[in-house]
């Protein structure tokens, strides 16, 4: 203890307004450039199908294109151990630039990359390869960037200052857009799509540059240079971090009680409701995309706010509240925006509610999110054809043998076998019949009516889940840093937040969509979110400490001579 009292906070911790300025706009680039990358993946997924997968079907190029992105979330636990190690090892500042460096330039080089038509095969692995490279790079970033600010914050500030790193995914988002609709709207469709795609990409450039430029302007962290001299840094930080029971058991709460709740809880917030407006409510796509970055623009200062409130009441309670009323109000939100964004869908589930009337042998496990699956049951088709719709069913047993018929209210349309000689014209009369049965009993057939969304309050229930979130994300890379001594911090957070985020939050929304495709309930999807979140919050009530006031530089010391 004579160490630990002997290490004032005032000496640990520079605390110098220019150098915490320089230290968090330095950190926030990186992570805010993580986040542009991100959403150009996603909002020119389709584009990026026809350029470097256009060998095979448009839609096994566009799922080829999706499971490359996945490869990109997959391999990120793996960049936490390599650039973990490294910066605890090296440095914080030449970990960060080497990350930095290696995500731009995967960024910029996909902009560069030939497509398919010039040299064929060669163009998706070299594609798939800056994704892994991106992905790698991405382990060790966001680890990097927080462990950097907390190391020049003072201990009584460290929520609030490593909030502002949390903001970023907002501006990440913004900026894309900045970037991706001016692209479109000048270029027009057909350019954008045969070349025009590839400017946001090289444009990245850019933002790396100012990044480098900024970042090596800095110095090191104080604490580990302090820790370097004194001999203090971990030889083997892998080795200890996860083959020490003592550090192995952070590990392992701050994955389940904090990482895997709040990446749920944000996702759902941020993409999942994305998806739930478009596909199951026909909102189209530009007014959701309007309303969801409304929401996340206004939620922004929040994480400042909660992050600020830790530093007050302490990192638990603010955290437990996010994921304690994300638990309770996603399913409510969720029935909300039926209501608000689609009423006639909503009144239509009531009136004339649908089943499947089938054999139980017959129907399969309904999971088609591309449309690519062949389904031959009279079950799976009729299934299939109300998945597609983005609706709601209920299964009925039927005799043994029977062919499943579909229930609208009164209306009853009869599926087939696909195996049948004539199941070509079968399905035509199958569509037919089930979009006239449907619009007879009232159901929206094609997008959502624009004159009676209510779009006020579709972006304030949009807000109540991103504060739900705001109130985990805020104080949550606090929390991860003085969990942890500084000679393993690096690696100890870097792989649990990266696997929360890229497993439990990547995964979520092709996880949630399966389960509401399975059940025939567009909600049911929700209770992967809820399940998490409650987990979440249980584990961290039980096992999770409070780490509010915590010095993490005289942390370290008594940790050093372990």
């Not at 994921?323 to 029935?335: G, H, K, N, W, Y």
Request: glycine share 10%; charged share 15%.
């Amino acid at each position: 203890m004579s160490v630990l009292a002997s290490t004032s906070i005032a000496e640990s911790a520079p605390v110098e307004r220019g150098t915490q300025t320089r230290v968090l706009i330095a950190s926030s680039l990186g992570t805010m450039f993580e986040w542009y990358d991100f959403f150009l993946a996603g909002a020119l997924a389709a584009e990026i199908s026809k350029s470097f997968f256009s060998g095979v079907n448009p839609q096994a190029a566009f799922i080829f294109t999706l499971l490359s992105f996945a490869t990109g979330f997959a391999v990120r636990p793996f960049g936490a151990l390599v650039f973990g190690r490294i910066g605890d090892r090296v440095g914080r500042k030449y970990t960060f630039l080497v990350t930095i460096g290696l995500m731009g330039t995967g960024t910029f080089l996909i902009g560069l990359l030939p497509g398919y038509a010039s040299v064929g095969i060669i163009a998706p692995i070299l594609f798939i390869s800056m994704r892994m490279l991106q992905g790698l790079a991405l382990g060790g970033e966001y680890g990097g960037a927080v462990v950097y600010v907390a190391e020049h914050a003072p201990n009584e500030r460290r929520g609030e200052k490593t909030a502002w790193i949390q903001t970023t995914a907002v501006l990440g988002l913004l900026l894309s857009l900045a970037v991706i609709l001016p692209c479109r709207a000048i270029l027009g469709e057909e350019q954008f799509t045969a070349w025009g795609w590839r400017i946001p990409f090289l444009l990245s450039i850019v933002l790396l540059a100012i990044s480098l430029w900024v970042r090596t302007r800095l110095n090191e962290s104080p604490e580990f240079t302090r820790m370097k001299e004194e001999g203090r840094t971990s030889k083997a930080p892998i080795r200890e971090a996860f083959g020490e029971w003592r550090y192995l058991k952070l590990v392992l709460i701050s994955l389940f009680g904090m990482s895997m709740g709040q990446t749920v809880v944000w996702y759902t917030g941020h993409f999942y409701s994305m998806f739930f407006l478009t596909q199951m409510l026909k909102v189209d796509g530009s007014t959701a995309n309007l309303m969801i970055i409304i929401a996340a623009v206004i939620s922004m200062p929040f994480y400042v706010i909660f992050g600020r409130l830790s530093d007050r009441i302490g990192r638990k309670p603010v955290f437990l509240a996010g994921c304690l009323i994300a638990s309770v109000t996603i399913f409510p939100i969720f029935q909300a925006l039926t209501h608000y964004a689609n009423p006639a869908l909503e009144e239509a589930q009531k009136a004339a509610p649908i089943s499947v009337v089938a054999d139980p042998a017959e129907c399969g496990f309904q999971f088609n999110p591309t449309g690519t699956a062949t389904f031959t049951s009279s079950c799976d088709i009729a299934r299939s054809a109300i998945t597609k719709a983005g609706l709601n069913y209920r299964s009925v047993s039927a005799p043994t043998g029977s062919v499943a018929t579909i229930q609208v209210g009164q209306a009853t349309v009869e599926s087939y076998n696909g195996r049948d000689p004539d199941a070509a014209a079968k399905a035509k009369r199958l569509a037919s019949d089930f979009g006239a049965a449907l619009k007879s009993a009232g159901y929206s057939v094609g997008p959502a009516n624009p004159d009676n969304i209510n779009k006020p309050m579709i972006v304030l229930l949009i807000l109540l889940l991103a504060l739900a979130g705001a109130m985990q994300y805020g104080p949550i890379a606090a929390m991860f840093v003085e969990l942890f001594p500084s000679r393993i911090r690096y690696t100890a957070m870097s792989l649990p937040y990266h696997v929360g985020t890229g497993w439990f939050g990547g995964f979520l929304p092709a996880t949630a969509f399966a389960i509401s495709a399975s059940t025939g309930d567009i909600y049911a999807g929700l209770w992967y979110p809820v399940a998490l979140s409650g987990a979440c919050f249980v584990i961290g009530l039980l096992l999770l400490k409070e780490t509010k006031g915590v010095n993490i530089y005289s942390f370290g010391k008594s940790e050093g001579g372990m």
